[in-house]
T-cell receptor
Framework: AQSVTQPDIHITVSEGASLELRCNYS??????LFWYVQSPGQGLQLLLK??????LVQGIKGFEAEFKRSQSSFNLRKPSVHWSDAAEYFC?????????????FGSGTRLSIRP | EAQVTQNPRYLITVTGKKLTVTCSQN?????MSWYRQDPGLGLRQIYY???????DKGDVPEGYKVSRKEKRNFPLILESPSPNQTSLYFC????????????FGNGTRLTVT
């Protein structure tokens, strides 16, 4: 069965510093991978996704993620965080012929920004 | 504006009193789904629907019902709510195309006392 692990519950970084949020997945075939962001009081918004091809994917708001099959990881990165990046971030993996049919979310990482 | 609308945003009720949380999308999406979000557990899928009159259980369907009589609406029904159903609920929709992201509503915070 597919699963997603986000080992960091809460991370605090200084504004302007670089960021890396970790995500490890378990899935037998080639996964569909996603990162979503949830701002307070809001639903989730897609940051980026990986289906195939280039293992480094670019997303919105200056985020990128790298798929590493050998490590079963899909870590999210940003070179310089802004105070507005404070939010909760969810990694997700999908299976099946359609990514809409079964998506498993990680437990989330809450990001705080230090002024 | 393309959106998924959930109502109500907040709901406090008592054990056993039937309630319905509505969800409507205006993007003509075939796929709709309900999730609950609990601290430390992320989002867990309750039910999903691939099209009108086609629904299926997710990972935590016990205590919930859904219906999909129209493409745009996907209500979540709690026939006899219990305190362990206190949670933050999200509805989401997407095209069935595998490249389509999920569009989420803003959530419904339910408290069952």
């Amino acid at each position: 069965a597919q699963s997603v692990t986000q080992p960091d519950i809460h991370i605090t970084v200084s504004e302007g510093a670089s960021l890396e949020l970790r995500c490890n997945y378990s899935y037998g075939a080639t996964p569909y991978l996603f990162w979503y962001v949830q701002s307070p009081g809001q639903g989730l918004q897609l940051l980026l996704k990986y289906f195939s091809g280039d293992t480094l994917v670019q997303g919105i708001k200056g985020f990128e993620a790298e798929f590493k099959r050998s490590q079963s990881s899909f870590n999210l990165r940003k070179p310089s965080v802004h105070w507005s990046d404070a939010a909760e971030y969810f990694c997700a993996v999908a299976a099946g012929y359609s990514s809409a049919s079964k998506i498993i979310f990680g437990s989330g990482t809450r990001l705080s920004i230090r002024p | 504006e393309a959106q998924v609308t959930q109502n109500p945003r907040y709901l406090i009720t008592v054990t056993g009193k039937k309630l319905t949380v509505t969800c409507s999308q205006n993007m003509n999406h075939e796929y709709m789904s309900w999730y609950r979000q609990d601290p430390g557990l992320g989002l867990r899928q309750i039910y999903y629907s691939m099209n009108v009159e086609v629904t299926d259980k997710g990972d935590v369907p016990e205590g919930y019902k859904v219906s999909r009589k129209e493409k745009r609406n996907f209500p979540l029904i709690l026939e006899s709510p219990s305190p362990n159903q206190t949670s933050l609920y999200f509805c989401a929709s997407s095209d069935r195309d595998s490249n389509s992201p999920l569009h989420f509503g803003n959530g419904t915070r339910l408290t069952v006392t």
